[in-house]
T-cell receptor
Framework: AQKITQTQPGMFVQEKEAVTLDCTYD???????LFWYKQPSSGEMIFLIY??????QNATEGRYSLNFQKARKSANLVISASQLGDSAMYFC?????????????FGKGTKLTVNP | DVKVTQSSRYLVKRTGEKVFLECVQD?????MFWYRQDPGLGLRLIYF???????EKGDIPEGYSVSREKKERFSLILESASTNQTSMYLC?????????????FGPGTRLTVL
């Protein structure tokens, strides 16, 4: 079973509008972390934002915010005021394991296209 | 500035060749990872390492091996390349403890096996 589900293979948004990218996760751990990465066409994975399972506030980083709903096991990425440079693949990931064996499990990604 | 480098951005090899993909990080990170990325499948973990000479299998280790002789370097080896190993390969590293332990990624190597 998938541990990270991104149900939107592709999304379109107009420049300057906000967009939400969906991510649901599956874990029985009490302590876990959720990440969002951006991958432009150049290929490099860029860290955007992190949410810990015990964090009481939703994480924010500039125009990025994470809508964390623990009971629903969702961690949606919200991008405000979209820019053309936001066009990229976006991956949600969850940290699992402990210590040196800790690793990330990634979703299949959402391709975001920002239209002028 | 933190840096993860990979030996090649693009690589073309023939079926049956032995292929080495090199990854170097300059952040003194304990953990290093190798992923492959295919369209529609996201990133899948091949192998990872948490110390020199230590390695653990990820989700898809078949057909691959790894080597970590020095802390800063993590090599992915395709013993006998096959066409189904044509893919984008991404290396990452992270600190073992502290903070939220995010992974830092290299630019990727796009490997084509003919």
């Amino acid at each position: 079973a998938q541990k990270i589900t991104q149900t939107q293979p592709g999304m379109f948004v107009q420049e300057k509008e906000a967009v939400t990218l969906d991510c649901t996760y599956d874990t029985s751990d009490q302590s876990y972390g959720l990440f969002w990465y951006k991958q432009p066409s150049s290929g490099e994975m860029i860290f955007l934002i992190y949410q810990g399972s015990y964090d009481e506030q939703n994480a924010t980083e500039g125009r990025y915010s994470l809508n964390f709903q623990k009971a629903r096991k969702s961690a949606n990425l919200v991008i405000s005021a979209s820019q053309l440079g936001d066009s990229a693949m976006y991956f949600c990931a969850m940290r699992e394991g402990q210590g040196g064996s800790e690793k990330l499990v990634f979703g299949k990604g959402t391709k975001l296209t920002v239209n002028p | 500035d933190v840096k993860v480098t990979q030996s090649s951005r693009y690589l073309v090899k023939r079926t049956g060749e032995k292929v080495f993909l090199e990854c170097v990080q300059d952040m003194d990170h304990e953990n290093m990872f190798w992923y492959r990325q295919d369209p529609g499948l996201g990133l899948r973990l091949i192998y990872f390492s948490y110390d020199v000479k230590m390695k653990e299998k990820g989700d898809i280790p078949e057909g691959y091996s790894v080597s970590r002789e020095k802390k800063e370097r993590f090599s992915l080896i395709l013993e006998s390349a096959s066409t189904n190993q044509t893919s984008m390969y991404l290396c990452a590293s992270r600190r073992l403890a502290g903070g939220h332990r995010k992974q830092f990624f290299g630019p990727g190597t796009r490997l084509t096996v003919l």
